[in-house]
């Protein structure tokens, strides 16, 4: 399975977009690595770059948030700590026993999943906020 962008993702904000897109190229090629059965190292080098997309990304993300004083931005914070839990966790459980069926189906729901439905929901909001307060 891979994660296709398409219009439901589109918050209008052309930097958290940008880097949304990339994050999905991340996941696709983690999965891609997962379903080929791949070694550890190739296994490694995927998780690298999600965790350290993903890092950067959430910065840039909230430092916008803070800049432009998003209300909600200590919940949004929250989220994406969890989120980066997750994916320390996963990333452990991969590199101990190598990508099962099972594993590469919480990688989907928990990482994947998660992206899509955060996007729509949440970075939706902060978007129209920063696009509100930068009409002002
Ligand atoms: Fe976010």
Known sequence: ???IWDGSLVTGNAMI???HQNLFTAINDLLKTCEEG???D????SLDFLTNYTI???FEEETLQKKYNYPDHPNHHKYHEA????VREL????????ATDALTREVQDQIGGWLVSHIQVEDKKV???VKAQQGK
């Not at 190739?42 to 080098?45: I, P």
């Not at 990333?91 to 190598?98: E, N, Q, R």
Request: aromatic letters at 10%.
């Open 38 to 40: 791949k070694g550890k």
């Open 91 to 98: 990333s452990h459980k991969l590199i101990m026993g190598g």
């Open 127 to 129: 978007a129209a906020h």
């Open 42 to 45: 190739e296994l490694k080098k």
């Open 83 to 86: 989120f980066k839990e997750t």
């Open 1 to 3: 399975m891979r994660y």
């Open 17 to 19: 977009d940008e880097q």
């Open 56 to 58: 950067k990304h959430f």
